[in-house]
Nanobody
Framework: QVRLVESGGGLVQPGGSLRLSCAAY????????MGWYRQAPGKERELVATISSGGSTVYADSVKDRFTVSRDNARDTVSLQMNSLKAEDTAVYYC???????????WGKGTLVTVSL
């Protein structure tokens, strides 16, 4: 059974930092492109950052130079380091895995990040 389990969300003040992690179970992690998406209240889900099976990264313009995505193929985990957080970063953050061979996608249940005083 495939599971993606996010952790690390919470309440942080503007300008602060958080590190999200996603542990993957039931997939061959090394052949999956991994990504972080987010959905703010009343808005559609949007891409935050992705990291390919080979380690190439893509970031949304809104998070460039503030967020860093990384993966650990030995531990089947992907992380998102978020610095200089802003109120507009408040959202539920979802982990995504997409097989490079089949294109099949899996999603985690999400972790809430709230940036507020």
């Amino acid at each position: 059974q495939v599971r993606l389990v996010e952790s690390g969300g919470g309440l942080v003040q503007p300008g602060g930092s958080l590190r999200l992690s996603c542990a993957a179970y039931g997939i061959i992690f090394s052949i999956n492109h991994m990504g972080w998406y987010r959905q703010a209240p009343g808005k559609e889900r949007e891409l935050v950052a992705t990291i390919s099976s080979g380690g190439s990264t893509v970031y949304a313009d809104s998070v460039k130079d503030r967020f860093t995505v990384s993966r650990d193929n030995a531990r089947d985990t992907v992380s998102l380091q978020m610095n200089s957080l802003k109120a507009e970063d408040t959202a539920v953050y979802y982990c995504n895995a997409r097989s490079m061979h089949t294109g099949i996608e899996n999603w985690g249940k999400g972790t809430l990040v709230t940036v507020s005083l």
